[in-house]
Nanobody
Framework: QVQLVESGGGLVQAGGSLRLSCVAS????????MGWYRQAPGKQRDLVAA???????NYADSVKGRFTISRDNAENTVYLQMNNLKPEDTAVYFC???????????????WGQGTQVTVSS
């Protein structure tokens, strides 16, 4: 089995920073794209940022210039550094990863359980 475990969420004032981490564990051959999504109450789950195995990145327009995604392939970990946080960034943040469990297998999409980020004004 494969598990994604997030950490680093919490309560912060507007203008503050948080760093989210997500560790993948279990039967893993390789991770392809890893990313972060967020879901606010009553809204759909949207992509925040994603990163390929070789470091290509993609960001939602609303977080460009404030958030930075990175990964450590050796540690099966993806990070999201969030700076200059705004109240509208308040949401549950979910880690997502496309993981291959064997050399001849195919990528399967996995989700973490989510971590709450709350930004007060």
């Amino acid at each position: 089995q494969v598990q994604l475990v997030e950490s680093g969420g919490g309560l912060v004032q507007a203008g503050g920073s948080l760093r989210l981490s997500c560790v993948a564990s279990g039967s893993i051959f390789s991770e392809n794209v890893m990313g972060w999504y967020r879901q606010a109450p009553g809204k759909q789950r949207d992509l925040v940022a994603a990163i390929t195995r070789i470091g290509g990145t993609n960001y939602a327009d609303s977080v460009k210039g404030r958030f930075t995604i990175s990964r450590d392939n050796a540690e099966n970990t993806v990070y999201l550094q969030m700076n200059n946080l705004k109240p509208e960034d308040t949401a549950v943040y979910f880690c997502n990863a496309s993981i291959r469990r064997s050399p001849l297998g195919y990528d399967i999409n996995y989700w973490g359980q989510g971590t709450q980020v709350t930004v007060s004004s």
